[in-house]
T-cell receptor, first 114, second 117 residues
Framework: QKEVEQNSGPLSVPEGAIASLNCTYS??????FFWYRQYSGKSPELIMF????GDKEDGRFTAQLNKASQYVSLLIRDSQPSDSATYLC??????????????FGTGTQLKVEL | NAGVTQTPKFRILKIGQSMTLQCTQD?????MYWYRQDPGMGLKLIYY???????DKGEVPNGYNVSRSTTEDFPLRLELAAPSQTSVYFC????????????????FGAGSRLTVL
């Protein structure tokens, strides 16, 4: 079992729709969860982070965390073509010790179609 | 405030050659990291550092070395380059750790694309 799993996609949604991206993790002791967006040929950039169960909203983005089920999701409302990118889920696993090391999933490619 | 700066952006090496990827940050971050990203494989941690003079191995350290003589700089050394080291390398930094907070957020450099032929 991979430590952080994401469906590689591509996930295609029409413009204006809600895109739902999911991520599961293996370590129940995990503490912090991050969503990064990566455009082709560019470096990852932070969208948002979450560490408490429930929802966290930032503009069109909502992160949802369910520690009991060990999943974290990202919802993108009113999807725009500019949202087309690869979305990386990153987790600070509970057993990573010092250094704030993040373990990344392989990413989900999102395509927003006109 | 430049953030995290990596050089070079592109490099082609021959098998067996050595080189150093440079990384510097001007945000006074304590923690620095080197990741590599292969197509469809996500980011894999090579080495990290929690402060000047302190480094530790990540998930895929073989074939690499690092040093951290200052807070700002964290170079990655490739010795005896192999085709398996063809990848995109990202340097990142974060303020620190402790309770979950924005201090845990990683800021990435623009990346260095390395090809070993």
């Amino acid at each position: 079992q991979k430590e952080v799993e994401q469906n590689s996609g591509p996930l295609s949604v029409p413009e204006g729709a809600i895109a739902s991206l999911n991520c599961t993790y293996s370590d129940r002791g995990s503490q912090s969860f991050f969503w990064y967006r990566q455009y082709s040929g560019k470096s990852p950039e932070l969208i948002m982070f979450i560490y408490s169960n429930g929802d966290k909203e930032d503009g069109r983005f909502t992160a949802q965390l369910n520690k009991a089920s060990q999943y974290v999701s990202l919802l993108i409302r009113d999807s725009q073509p500019s949202d087309s990118a690869t979305y990386l889920c990153a987790v600070k696993l509970g057993l990573t010790g010092g250094g704030n090391k993040l373990t990344f999933g392989t990413g989900t490619q999102l395509k927003v179609e006109l | 405030n430049a953030g995290v700066t990596q050089t070079p952006k592109f490099r082609i090496l021959k098998i067996g050659q050595s080189m150093t990827l440079q990384c510097t940050q001007d945000m006074n971050h304590n923690y620095m990291y080197w990741y590599r990203q292969d197509p469809g494989m996500g980011l894999k941690l090579i080495y990290y550092s929690v402060g000047a003079g302190i480094t530790d191995k990540g998930e895929v350290p073989n074939g690499y070395n690092v040093s951290r003589s200052t807070t700002e700089d964290f170079p990655l050394r490739l010795e005896l380059a192999a085709p398996s080291q063809t990848s995109v390398y990202f340097c990142a930094s974060s303020l620190g750790q402790g309770i979950p907070s924005g201090a845990n957020v990683l800021t990435f450099g623009a990346g260095s694309r390395l090809t070993v032929l």
